[in-house]
């Protein structure tokens, strides 16, 4: 075990999370694919190997530090680019039954390449925007946790995600600085769309110190039937 994993696999240890050799070999392959696939389509604008498992795995699977994942039992990961935090996520907690939304095909057949080479089962690759996918009744207010690691704005996001939640259901917005004018932004749209702050978690990730926060919104009854709008709306005219 080399010094980069070595400390991946304390940094988990300290959280609770402890990971079997099957599971490091899958973080492994999974960066090998990520960096040679970044090659042709653009992935990501991190590929050394030590800033792929801080800023990527870690930053992914810190949500389970916050939230009892094993409870979990189907994850919708909305926008998910190359896999982040759904991927790391279910190499971690084999049990999840995952869900990928993408709009982007390429990105799809990545993680579907992704998905073979670490034997991954329950995981479902969806090729569409969300806001189309959420009023597909399999996905309607059907998930137990909903998630996205994305620079979009809270109220956006809500729009995106919420529709994917199940009544009493969660939806984790993994973001980078301070949220607290994104949050009061979003009033709105959390009311509309029947969400509620549930709390925001605020730590650090380790070595760099760059802040991270989870804004955890509990899904307090079924999505209006006027949510999601129609692709594109959303983006020109936010719920605020």
Same mark, same amino acid.
């Given at each position: !075990?080399? /010094?980069? *994993?070595?400390?991946?696999?304390?940094?988990?240890?300290? +959280?609770?999370?402890?990971?079997?050799?099957?599971?490091?070999?899958?973080? +492994?392959?999974?960066?090998?694919?990520?960096?040679?696939?970044? +090659?042709? !389509?653009?992935?990501?604008?991190?590929?050394?190997?030590?800033?792929?498992?801080?800023?990527?795995?870690?930053?992914?699977?810190? #949500?389970?530090?916050?939230?009892?994942?094993?409870?979990?039992?189907?994850? =919708?990961?909305?926008?998910?680019? $190359?896999?982040?935090?759904?991927?790391? #996520?279910?190499?971690?907690?084999?049990?999840?039954?995952?869900?990928?939304?993408? @709009? #982007?095909?390429?990105?799809?057949?990545?993680?579907?390449?992704?998905?073979?080479?670490?034997?991954?089962?329950?995981?479902?690759?969806?090729?569409?925007? /969300?806001?189309?996918?959420?009023?597909?009744?399999?996905?309607?207010?059907?998930?137990?946790?909903?998630?996205?690691? /994305?620079?979009?704005?809270? @109220?956006?996001?809500?729009? &995106?995600?919420?529709?994917? /939640?199940?009544?009493?259901?969660? &939806? $984790? =917005? !993994?973001?980078?600085?301070?949220?607290? %004018?994104?949050?009061?932004?979003?009033? &709105?749209? #959390?009311?509309?769309?029947?969400?509620?702050? +549930?709390? *925001? %978690?605020?730590?650090?990730?380790?070595?760099?110190?760059? $802040?991270?926060?989870?804004?955890?919104?509990?899904?307090?009854?079924?999505?209006? =039937?006027?949510?999601?709008?129609?692709?594109?709306?959303? $983006?020109?005219?936010?719920?605020?």
């Amino acid at each position: !075990m080399d /010094a980069t *994993v070595a400390q991946f696999t304390q940094l988990l240890q300290n +959280e609770g999370i402890t990971l079997q050799p099957s599971q490091l070999e899958q973080f +492994e392959i999974y960066f090998k694919e990520l960096v040679s696939w970044n +090659e042709k !389509m653009n992935l990501t604008g991190i590929t050394e190997r030590d800033q792929v498992y801080t800023k990527h795995f870690y930053d992914s699977i810190s #949500l389970a530090f916050h939230l009892n994942i094993n409870d979990i039992q189907s994850l =919708a990961d909305i926008g998910s680019g $190359a896999g982040f935090p759904g991927i790391p #996520l279910k190499i971690c907690f084999p049990h999840l039954k995952l869900t990928i939304v993408d @709009s #982007l095909s390429k990105r799809i057949s990545f993680l579907q390449h992704v998905s073979n080479e670490l034997k991954l089962t329950g995981v479902e690759l969806i090729h569409g925007r /969300a806001e189309d996918v959420a009023r597909q009744s399999a996905h309607r207010d059907a998930y137990d946790l909903v998630t996205a690691r /994305a620079v979009a704005r809270l @109220s956006l996001l809500n729009e &995106f995600c919420l529709p994917f /939640a199940r009544k009493d259901g969660l &939806f $984790a =917005a !993994m973001k980078g600085s301070d949220p607290s %004018e994104e949050l009061a932004e979003a009033k &709105f749209s #959390l009311k509309e769309l029947r969400g509620r702050l +549930e709390k *925001v %978690e605020s730590f650090s990730l380790p070595i760099e110190e760059s $802040a991270r926060h989870i804004i955890l919104i509990k899904k307090t009854g079924v999505t209006p =039937a006027k949510y999601p709008r129609k692709a594109g709306i959303s $983006a020109k005219s936010p719920l605020i």
